[in-house]
């Protein structure tokens, strides 16, 4: 390890699926950001909104104050990661490495529930195009099969059809519901949960990832270091 990764080792984690290359999110990447993440995207309810006049603006902030609150608070117990997605082969969608969307994976109480939530935005051009199952495939493999998580869970809006495709998809099963604060108005959020049983038997060989750069962060989760 050489840099930043070395002083923390979250910023060498890197997952490769067939298209994508997803690596941890540094603050280098924050502008990048800020500039693609679409006007749909459904933001963290426990931030601070600051009344900008442009919506791009509050977005822009917004996805600024996530990653530097996520790298602050972050401990064992409660902890949240955010991956940049960029392309590995050039296309349609633009060059090799351009950014097509961000993924990320959470956990509180993690030590004791081992239990994983996820979240994620696609540019539009990336859209239907299973770009999005491949992302959270990504995130549950390195949940399952990198930090030995035991389940994991999701949410969307009840509206959000593409969220609820993908998580139907990939094995997860319904869960409830609860009423979300969307925006100052009252929405329905429809929750899943996936056990990695589930995963390993019938989803997680769909989906091939390859993880690098994990042994060293473990410890940031908790986890033993087998270097």
Same mark, same amino acid.
């Given at each position: ?7 923390? !080792? ?32 459904? !933001? ?60 990320? $994976? ?15 935005? $696609? ?33 969307? $809006? ?49 989906? !091939? ?19």
């Amino acid at each position: 390890m050489t840099g930043l990764d070395r002083l923390w !080792p979250l910023f060498g984690v890197r997952l490769l699926t067939k298209r994508l290359e997803l690596r941890a999110m540094c603050e280098a990447d924050l502008a990048e950001i800020a500039a693609l993440v679409p006007g749909d995207a459904e !933001p963290d309810p426990r931030l601070p909104r600051f009344a900008f006049v442009d919506p791009a603006v509050v977005r822009a902030t917004m996805s600024f104050q996530s990653y530097w609150s996520s790298m602050g608070n972050w401990s064992v117990e409660d902890w949240r990661v955010g991956f940049v997605a960029r392309l590995r082969a050039g296309g349609h969608l633009g060059p090799t490495g351009s950014l097509i969307g961000t993924s990320e $994976l959470e956990a509180e109480g993690w030590v004791v529930r081992r239990t994983v939530g996820t979240g994620s935005w $696609l540019v539009e051009a990336a859209r239907r195009q299973d770009y999005g199952k491949e992302m959270r495939a990504a995130m549950l493999t390195l949940a399952f099969g990198g930090l030995e998580a035991a389940v994991a869970e999701t949410e969307a $809006l009840s509206e959000n059809s593409a969220s609820l495709g993908v998580s139907r998809s990939l094995g997860y099963q319904p869960n409830g519901e609860v009423i979300h604060d969307h925006n100052g108005t009252p929405a329905r959020m429809m929750r899943f949960r996936l056990p990695r049983e589930v995963w390993d038997e019938h989803i997680r060989a769909a989906w !091939p990832t390859q993880i690098e750069g994990l042994e060293a962060a473990k410890v940031l989760f908790g986890l033993h270091a087998e270097i």
